[in-house]
Each structure stands twice: as C-alpha cells, then as structure tokens.
C-alpha cells in the first residue's frame, strides 16, 4: 500500500534515491519488501518533489507506474537536490486513479505523503472535512482520502500549528473518527522531515550530514532503524527525534 521516502542531505540525484538502491523505490513499484492491508504491487501512480536550491519544490506525479514512464529516468538522471519526497502509489479500492492523486500534496515550501487508508472511508471523516473552509474541499487535488488528509494537515498549518504538531494531530483526530485507519505522513519543508508510524512500516538511515526515512529500507546497509508503530519522527540532518504519538 504505496510506499514513499524523503531525503535530506547534500545534493544528490533523483536517480540517486529514485532509481539505484538495490531495493529502490523504483523497485519497491513492482517488488516491496513490506506489503501490508492489501494490494502487491504500487502501480497506480507516482510522484517525486524536490528542493532546487532554496525556492519551493518542484513536483513531477502521474497516474501510471513508475517504470512505464518515459521521461522519469532522464528526469532523474540530471536533476540534484538536497531534499527529495517521493513515493509510488496503490490506490485503495474505489479510489480515482489520476496525476493529482499521486502524493507528493504540496503548497508553498510543503511537500506531504500519506502510506495507508482511512477507513470508512468517505463518511467517517465528515466532521472533520465539515470543518475545513469549502474551498479547501473544492480544491482537493482528488476525491481521495491522502487528498483529504492532507487537507487537514495544511489546514493546521496555516493556523501556525508547528509541522510536527499539525501531523501528529491531524492522525490522532482521523483514528478517533475513522478507527482502523493506516496512517503513514510524511511531511517536509525541506529542511526537516516528519513522519508518522501508524499501522504501516517506516525506516530511518541516519548518517553524518543526511538522513533518508523510507517504508522500506532501500538497502543493506545495517544503518536502517525500522521506527515501532505509534511514533512520530522529526528528523533533521543533524538529528532524529523519536517520540510517541497521542494515543489511539
Ligand atoms: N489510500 C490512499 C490512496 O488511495 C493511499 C494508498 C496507499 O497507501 N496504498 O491514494
């Protein structure tokens, strides 16, 4: 059920963490190592965003496998960042299969992903979208529940929630409404990541001056830490910070 990651750290190439890892992305689209709550394969749509330098992310998502994509390989091959979000999706039963519905979500500096289902999926999260301004409903970038989620989150935000806040809130808020529910964000700026770990896997690969957070690890490498359910992460590249989310 979809996997994604972000990256920060030098600048690299996408196809740095798109595409050479053993167990990259790229792959995890045909062969994840972790499938859990349905599906075997994400092949419903991808999207990577990156940091050029210091202005907003720039965005490329389709509604297609990863590895039918034409233009993604060169893409990624010349493109440097020092911050990446990515991830490729499986969309849950009933849902649209479109380019807006493939995270990375963004606005201004944000970058968001979300690894899991909402369950009950669309009523049980009424209130809560109740709550949010009717343009922002208007605007989803699909009928979908990540679309939602994100929502919620950005909502936060532009309130002057802090980001770690603003997700672990918004999880604790959709798991009261809709129990069940996988809610894996992942949440960046740029500069820093959150994530949370809730009902899906995620790893953390800390090393000196970068830091990489992925559903699965992309690698060997014994450096990867798998983050227990129930976390909220908040890394930077000099830092990782574990705490547990509200409870259930
Ligand atoms: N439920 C979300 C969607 O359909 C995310 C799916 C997933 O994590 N597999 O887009």
Same mark, same amino acid.
């Not at 940091?51 to 490329?60: A, F, I, K, L, T």
């Given at each position: 059920?979809?996997?994604?990651?972000?990256?920060?750290?030098?600048?690299?190439?996408?196809?740095?963490?798109?595409?050479?890892?053993?167990?990259?992305?790229?792959?995890?689209?045909?062969?994840?190592?972790?499938?859990?709550?349905?599906?075997?394969?994400?092949?419903?749509?991808?999207?990577?965003?990156?940091?050029?330098?210091?202005?907003?992310?720039?965005?490329?998502?389709?509604?297609?496998?990863?590895?039918?994509?034409?233009?993604? /390989?060169?893409?990624?091959?010349?493109? &440097? @960042? *020092?911050?990446?979000? #990515?991830?490729?999706?499986?969309? $849950? =039963?009933?849902?649209?299969?479109?380019?807006?519905?493939?995270?990375?979500?963004?606005?201004?500096?944000?970058?968001?992903?979300?690894?899991?289902?909402?369950?009950?999926?669309?009523?049980?999260?009424?209130?809560?979208?109740?709550?949010?301004?009717?343009?922002?409903?208007?605007?989803?970038?699909?009928?979908?529940?990540?679309?939602?989620?994100? /929502?919620?989150?950005?909502?936060?935000? &532009? @309130? *002057?929630?802090?980001? #770690?806040?603003?997700?672990?809130? $918004? =999880?604790?808020?959709?798991?009261?409404?809709?129990?069940?529910?996988?809610?894996?964000?992942?949440?960046?700026?740029?500069?820093?990541?959150?994530?949370?770990?809730?009902?899906?896997?995620?790893?953390?690969?800390?090393?000196?001056?970068?830091?990489?957070?992925?559903?699965?690890?992309?690698?060997?490498?014994?450096?990867?830490?798998?983050?227990?359910?129930?976390?909220?992460?908040?890394?930077?590249?000099?830092?990782?910070?574990?705490?547990?989310?509200?409870?259930?």
């Amino acid at each position: 059920m979809c996997r994604h990651l972000a990256y920060l750290g030098p600048p690299v190439t996408l196809a740095e963490v798109l595409f050479d890892p053993p167990y990259s992305l790229v792959r995890q689209s045909w062969a994840p190592r972790d499938m859990r709550g349905g599906g075997t394969i994400n092949a419903d749509g991808f999207g990577v965003g990156w940091y050029p330098g210091d202005g907003d992310p720039v965005r490329y998502r389709r509604a297609q496998p990863i590895w039918s994509d034409p233009t993604i /390989a060169d893409l990624a091959a010349v493109t &440097r @960042a *020092g911050a990446v979000l #990515a991830a490729v999706r499986s969309a $849950t =039963v009933g849902m649209a299969v479109l380019d807006g519905a493939a995270a990375p979500f963004a606005e201004g500096r944000w970058l968001f992903s979300h690894n899991g289902v909402v369950r009950g999926w669309p009523d049980a999260v009424v209130p809560l979208a109740s709550a949010l301004p009717v343009r922002d409903l208007l605007t989803l970038d699909a009928a979908t529940d990540s679309a939602l989620l994100w /929502a919620l989150v950005r909502h936060r935000l &532009r @309130a *002057g929630d802090d980001p #770690a806040e603003a997700v672990a809130r $918004t =999880v604790a808020d959709v798991a009261a409404a809709a129990p069940g529910s996988r809610l894996n964000l992942l949440l960046t700026d740029g500069r820093q990541v959150v994530a949370s770990v809730f009902g899906h896997a995620l790893s953390v690969r800390a090393q000196p001056g970068s830091v990489l957070l992925a559903s699965e690890p992309h690698d060997d490498d014994p450096g990867w830490r798998p983050v227990p359910d129930g976390q909220l992460v908040v890394a930077t590249v000099d830092e990782v910070r574990v705490r547990p989310l509200p409870a259930r």
